[in-house]
């Protein structure tokens, strides 16, 4: 058969030459490419990247026996580059925040954690090989462009010396000049060097603030506290301390989802009322976004600010006074039920927790919802059986996680009668009924809006029924979020800030915080005060201590 354009010099050298283009853009992507998806724009790639200059001068300038040797480092550099750009991007739109190379290689078992609870095992680990041949690709492919890109300055020598003289010069007018060809991108941009630099900045300015973290770790004002003068203004209450997975301030206030989300809240402020619960809401600002929660839960319980997790680490071996601690120390049983957990916790018994009830625990015979081992109403139906409603017994200091609303937010559990639940075989077929978790990834992209709104509308709805059914006088619920949902689901550039409220019958409970300036209603109103996390510990100890004069009513 007879070939329309048999191989030959022009053959090759086209190929040739859509090689080299191939290597010239794909290492000019790398160097340029942002390492956050929002600033991702045809914009950002208008430059003249200082290391291609500095590159090119170097291969140039060096004996040409040594330029594969030297090409092949420059490669390996690119692609570790690329790859820890990658990094970034993940972190900042599933956690808000740049990978830390030192301590979240940490997380990678997480990760697999959530995956194989998410959409399965072996999908989890098919989601890990392919990371890691995308990996060792993308290392291969950018050593493979960095040395195509050499042996080409070698065929051209000449025309390339000539041609980074007159670029440099050019990049060397625009620094000093500011130009810029596209509005708000300099020609000459900051360098990968610079990046690395800053990079390695931030993580010593981490370091720094771990230090201030164990020093006021040393200095807590309330570690010497009698067991008598701690939290005296609430013997005799049941408080129930729950965190509401991935309920931030975007929840009650993007248009996305406040409108369905403030019909609950509004619903059930109505519906407490009628019961004699009355509330008060304001906002805190969580110590991390995305995912981590158990840095807010340490956060909140210690008054410290724990936002990695070599400082939950201390934390767990330290002495310091967790609000877990304190009501233990002051007379409280102290449980936490953790329905996300699905092995043994080995920090609780360090973190002042009496008893812990993990998955496993809580006999639960119904359908995983996703990454959700049961549904809201089915914990908040557990403790009611096994803790609150137990007869005889202390009052209870409790933390629950309500893990429905934890990504991916599908599929999506309902409330049934709660005299239903049982064992939890009556959410049988609920599970198969929506989408498979891998459906918020689908188009529109506005899916993963609807989904998360519906799980935060869920888990509300749950913990409103449970108080409306199973409260009484000497219950004190506080609930919050732990921290805002990924910036995927919000938009970069959001707040921090997590809603959080107090319910209760007692009127002089609500008088204690009265100084604290926050708002009526379930709801937090946007004007309503904003602390950090780590601030409430202090406040709270301090509210309810022995300086207080009103009574508080006892367990009769």
Sequence with gaps: MMRLFPPGPVTATLGKGTADALACVLVLLTLLAPNDVSRLTVGAFVSVPLEALVGAAILLLVPVRTRPAIATLFGVAVGLLAMLKLLDMGFLGILGRPFNPVIDWGLLEDGMRFLAGAIGPFPAIGCLAITVVFSTVLIIVMTWSVQRLSRFLVWHDAVASRTVIVVAALWLAAAVLDIQVVPGVPFAPESSAMYLK????????????????????????????????????LRGKDVIVCFVESYGRSAVEDPEFAPGVNAVLDAGNRQLRARGFDSRSAFLTSSTVGGGSWLAHGTFHSGLWIDNQQRYDELDSSQRLTLT??????????????????????QSESLGYDRVYDAKDLGYRGPRFSWASMPDQYTLFRFERTEHAAPNRQ??????????????WEPIPRLVDWTDIGDGSVFNGMANTDDPPQAILTWPPGRVHADYRA?????????ISYVDTYGDKNLVLIFLGDHQPSPIVTGYGVSRDV??????????????????????????????????????????????GPQSDEPVSHRH
């Excluded at 009052?395 to 991916?408: G, K, W």
């Excluded at 799980?455 to 913990?463: T, V, W």
């Design 325 to 346: 601690r304190a009501f233990r120390r002051a007379g409280w049983r102290t449980v936490g039920v953790m329905p996300g957990n699905d092995a043994p916790w080995q």
């Design 395 to 408: 009052p209870v200091m409790a933390e629950i996680t309500l893990v429905s609303s934890h990504a991916p």
């Design 499 to 544: 809603p959080i409220t107090i319910v209760t019958q007692d009127r002089s409970v609500l008088n204690r915080i009265s100084s604290w300036g926050w708002h009526d209603g379930l709801k937090p109103d946007p004007q309503a005060p904003v602390w950090r996390m780590d601030a409430f510990r202090n406040r709270f100890l301090t509210a309810f």
């Design 455 to 463: 799980a935060i509308e869920y888990s509300l709805s749950s913990l």
């Design 198 to 233: 800053d990079r390695a900045l931030a993580r010593n300015a981490d370091a720094q603030g771990q230090e201030g973290s164990t020093t006021l770790g040393a200095a807590d004002p309330f570690a010497n506290t009698p067991s008598e003068e701690l939290l005296t203004t």
